[in-house]
């Protein structure tokens, strides 16, 4: 039933995207519009990687012009009305999303910008990515300036992904967030239609009344206490999807393992933090990892910080500029380390965090380890520990410059 199901949503999808191509032939752009229509990597209901995201393209590249926000559902955000001014959230972009009424609401845009991380391979499903490209390929049709910000590809990109890249390509310069991305793209786009970039999370501005609040108070009066008793701050971040592919008790073992290393080697107080709010390995989140952690290391007698209050990715930026480093399974949560110069130690997957780390001029093999072998992370530990200094030293000699190249997110013209 539920493969009777699939088919009729992607019958129903076809159909849409053909009329609206049909459209697009007598469908001009309004000149006059004054409206930019972002479309998030994900529906923005409790993914901290979309907030800041989104957040770092309205203060950077919006300059003040109205923004609709295009989600699966209807979505809410009323803490975003601190952090960012002149946003509608619009619902409709979902497994059966109607390209003809779509066709309209770009017609009455002066931009659409597709925030592309790493939805735009077809690694996660790849109808989210061909529908992106289709959006893309739409507001071309019709005359509306289209584009994607810095964005991954995996080593095994689907044909079908890659022949609807080299279609955009021809109207669209791409842009790139890593060189192993960039390297495998320029293998079927070419490289003049490629812009190498970094991850729009970089330039996300600090939004300081997003997190003036009694916890961050608290807060700042545990970090204070902490550091008078000589502690370094660790921001500790686990990934519930990491926690899916091995298993809860597995990966909650290796990230107590884990931290108990790095207990045995320095004198740290822990502040657990999350980046995703959503229920992920069954019914936990990030969070749910963070407050098992937090009673665990709390019960022995280790200085330890954790809230359920941080609403949003802005919101948690407050939180990470006031630790030493971080020990993060979410990428996003580790750009924002490191937007403060704050080192970052990787629980890495899929490959995500290596181009990265090589932006600083860092050996991921002295800051990263993969999220299936946490139980294995003495020599890491010691690799880290060892040299963080020179860590530290680089990412502060390189933070400027990676935040200048990520102004390439958005082009003029």
Known sequence: MSNLKQQFKGL???FFWSAASFCSLFVKANKNANKILVLPAANLNGGFGEDIMITSFMNNFAN????????????IREDYKTINKNIEFIDGFDDRVNFLKLLFLIKNCSLVYVIGADIMDGTYRVHNSINRLRVIELANRIGVKAQISGFSVSKNILPVVKAKFIKVAKDVRLKIRDVESYVRMKDFIPAEQLILTNDIAFICPDVPASYQSKTYEDYKTWVAAAKAKGKSIIGVCPNAIQAKKIGFENYLSGFKQLLEGFLEVGDYAFVFLYHDIRPICDEASDSTFSRI?????????VDCFYTDQIRNGVELKGYVSL??????GRMHLGISGLTFSKPMFGVSYANKFEGMVKLFDVDPNSCLIDYDKLSESKEKIRLFTKNFAAIENSVKNNIQKVKLETSNNYTHG
């Open 12 to 14: 129903y999808v076809e």
């Open 64 to 75: 003040g012009t109205p923004v609709c926000i295009l989600n699966g559902y209807k979505i």
């Open 293 to 301: 952690l937090n009673e665990y290391f709390g019960a022995k007698s």
């Open 323 to 328: 630790v030493d480093f971080t020990i993060t």
